[in-house]
């Protein structure tokens, strides 16, 4: 079994659409509620307003843990939280807004023996797949069994927040340098995208290539196309 590690918020966007969107993101986190997939959903909450409603939607829910309410939580804190709360466990780093639709079991007893990460190209709502039929080098969700991660995950390139432009590059490097290969059944392990409302607010890129290089970024060992695995 699976423990999310993620967060849940309201969004705050002054506009028409945001009672949209955070209904995509009640959604998701309902998805996975529900989810025999899933063993426990451990989440950052953004204040009180949405630590309410979380309540509400979750009838105070035994699978979900609260971590903190009022904090945005960098990449280096989610790895914090899980070398200190979820030793040996099965984890899962996703976006908010994306839900685990369906998993092929034996990946997961794979990962639980052998040094792996998952690194996943979401699909969307309809479930096309327009990001891994043209691969770019997106992932909204990671799996790791925290066995094999130490203190070393968290540095400089795990000090960023999620959905921040490029941040895919820093995270896969990371699992890379502590041992882990990392792969990409996105086709076996499928996540669903629910962002129909299109609302962003946009950052400045941070990835460790040129955004738009995709000539360097192929031939990069951070670059983890599709994969089937057998």
Known sequence: MINIVSTFYITKYSSPLDNLRSKEIESCLLKNLVSPLIEKMHLFVDDDD??????VLSNNSDKIIIIEV??????SD????ILNNLKDKICMIINADIYLLECEEFLIE????EKICYALTRHEHDLSKPLIDTFGGSHDAYIFNSTYIDENIIN?????YQNVPGIESHIIKNFCDSGLVVCNPCHQIKIVHLHQTQLHNYTTWIGLHVSGDYHNFYKSYWCIPPVIIK
């Open 50 to 55: 949405a630590l309410n409603r979380l309540n």
């Open 70 to 75: 009022g904090k945005k939580p960098l990449y």
């Open 78 to 81: 989610m790895f914090k939280y």
């Open 110 to 113: 794979k990962i639980k023996k």
């Open 156 to 160: 400089k390139h795990t000090n960023f």
